[in-house]
Each structure stands twice: as C-alpha cells, then as structure tokens.
Nanobody, 115 residues
Framework: QVQLVESGGGLVQAGGSLRLSCAASGTIVGVSFMGWYRQAPGKQRELVASVTSGGSSNYADSVKDRFTISRDNVKNALYLQMNSLKPEDTAVYYC?????????WGQGTQVTVSS
C-alpha cells in the first residue's frame, strides 16, 4: 500500500501563489507515475500535471507556464508550485500515484482563488 497526504492548500487572491505538497509513505518501491489532479464542484476530476520516476513531466494546457510539478524521490514527496492563480483554478487537488498497476489517491486539499 501507498499512503498519500496532501498539504498546502488554502485561500489566495487571483494572481497569487501556493505550493502543494504530497507526502508518500508505505511501500514506495515501484511507484512510477505520480501526478496532481483536481476536481471543481460539478466537474469531473482532471489531470493537472504528472511526472514519471525518470523526471518527465506533463501539464494540462490550462496550467502550462503557471504550474510546476516536482518530485523528490529521496523524501518520497511530490510538489506542485502554482503561480498566477486564477479563480478557475479553484478545486480540490488530489495527489495520485501508480505502483505496479494499482492507483493510490490522497484525501485532497482545497484550493480557493478569489477574484
């Protein structure tokens, strides 16, 4: 099992920044893909950014050039630096990890961007 715990969410004004963290514990060996998803009220959960164990990253078009995903394999942590936040970024953000065909999710952290 892999346990994921997110932190760093909160309320911020438009144009501001937040840094989300995800601490992974349990059986970390074999974790390949890790990513951040978000779900706004009434909308489907969507992939925001992802990074492989080798460091290759991918971003949703809506957050490119504003968000940066990073992974620390020594600390077993995943981060999402979010800059130039917009009201439409408001959502619950979830940490996600894949390990040998199994998907794990954190409990989510709320990000609210006021206009």
């Amino acid at each position: 099992q892999v346990q994921l715990v997110e932190s760093g969410g909160g309320l911020v004004q438009a144009g501001g920044s937040l840094r989300l963290s995800c601490a992974a514990s349990g059986t970390i060996v074999g974790v390949s893909f890790m990513g951040w998803y978000r779900q706004a009220p009434g909308k489907q959960r969507e992939l925001v950014a992802s990074v492989t164990s080798g460091g290759s990253s991918n971003y949703a078009d809506s957050v490119k050039d504003r968000f940066t995903i990073s992974r620390d394999n020594v600390k077993n942590a995943l981060y999402l630096q979010m800059n130039s936040l917009k009201p439409e970024d408001t959502a619950v953000y979830y940490c996600n990890a894949h390990r040998w065909g199994t998907t794990f999710w954190g409990q989510g952290t709320q990000v609210t961007v006021s206009s």
